[in-house]
């Protein structure tokens, strides 16, 4: 009888394991293999490093890598580059210079030989207006107001005014030779009694002061007698 109270315990004690554990491990040569347990929880506080360690990160930083270990430690990153400005070299400053100076010159692009002298026309691209004759003693040119004046050939400045009326303000230069060269209505004169100019300098701006349009009055004179000067502007 109590043999068989012993077989009943163990039956119960038997029973109430195997609803602790539904599939027994396997026995093997005698011994039971270690119960290996899943890294869950390894893997959800590896989670929780790797995004502790991202919201850590300074804004605008870009991982590169991070490590497999479960600390989500970053072990490369960069930050973006900064912003630079580009500065104008020295060299570009220099030749854009030279390019306005080169478009704000002008230069007179005609002339002719009379007597000795090789005369350059006093304004670019001129238009004779009013031709040459005993009575204008001279030849009225078209231009733009402002536009430059140059001397047609070196010279010294006899007379820098506006005392002559009918002229406005008017500018004699003397030349070798006994000659003589007359430039008025000018805007400004730019040159003044006693100066030496060179061929082609500028000696004033063109205008129309004492005129109704902007005009260059230019004559041209030998020993106090006017010369034609329409060849001037013809080359």
């Given at each position: 009888?109590?043999?068989?109270?012993?077989?009943?315990?163990?039956?119960?004690?038997?029973?109430?394991?195997?609803?602790?554990?539904?599939?027994?491990?396997?026995?093997?040569?005698?011994?039971?293999?270690?119960?290996?347990?899943?890294?869950?929880?390894?893997?959800?506080?590896?989670?929780?490093?790797?995004?502790?360690?991202?919201?850590?990160?300074?804004?605008?930083?870009?991982?590169?890598k991070v490590d497999e270990d479960d600390d989500g430690t970053v072990v490369s990153?960069?930050?973006?580059?900064?912003?630079?400005?580009?500065?104008?070299?020295?060299?570009?400053?220099?030749?854009?210079?030279?390019?306005?100076?080169?478009?704000?010159?002008?230069?007179?692009?005609?002339?002719?030989?009379?007597?000795?002298?090789?005369?350059?026309?006093?304004?670019?691209?001129?238009?004779?207006?009013?031709?040459?004759?005993?009575?204008?003693?001279?030849?009225?040119?078209?231009?733009?107001?402002?536009?430059?004046?140059?001397?047609?050939?070196?010279?010294?400045?006899?007379?820098?005014?506006?005392?002559?009326?009918?002229?406005?303000?008017?500018?004699?230069?003397?030349?070798?030779?006994?000659?003589?060269?007359?430039?008025?209505?000018?805007?400004?004169?730019?040159?003044?009694?006693?100066?030496?100019?060179?061929?082609?300098?500028?000696?004033?701006?063109?205008?129309?002061?004492?005129?109704?349009?902007?005009?260059?009055?230019?004559?041209?004179?030998?020993?106090?007698?006017?010369?034609?000067?329409?060849?001037?502007?013809?080359?």
């Amino acid at each position: 009888m109590k043999r068989i109270l012993l077989l009943l315990s163990a039956t119960l004690i038997l029973s109430a394991c195997s609803f602790t554990r539904a599939t027994p491990a396997p026995i093997v040569n005698g011994t039971a293999p270690p119960v290996t347990q899943q890294p869950t929880a390894a893997v959800s506080a590896g989670s929780a490093a790797v995004a502790t360690t991202a919201d850590a990160t300074a804004p605008g930083t870009k991982i590169q890598k991070v490590d497999e270990d479960d600390d989500g430690t970053v072990v490369s990153s960069s930050a973006p580059a900064p912003k630079t400005k580009t500065k104008p070299t020295a060299s570009g400053a220099a030749a854009s210079a030279k390019a306005a100076t080169a478009t704000a010159t002008t230069t007179a692009a005609s002339g002719a030989t009379l007597g000795n002298v090789n005369w350059l026309a006093p304004i670019a691209d001129g238009k004779i207006l009013q031709p040459y004759s005993a009575t204008t003693k001279g030849v009225d040119v078209a231009g733009r107001e402002g536009q430059a004046v140059f001397a047609s050939a070196a010279g010294k400045v006899v007379y820098s005014g506006n005392g002559l009326k009918g002229y406005g303000n008017l500018i004699i230069l003397k030349h070798p030779d006994n000659y003589l060269t007359a430039y008025s209505h000018n805007k400004v004169n730019l040159v003044k009694e006693g100066d030496t100019v060179k061929r082609g300098q500028k000696i004033a701006e063109l205008g129309k002061t004492e005129s109704d349009k902007p005009i260059l009055h230019f004559e041209l004179r030998k020993n106090g007698k006017p010369i034609n000067p329409t060849p001037i502007f013809n080359n």
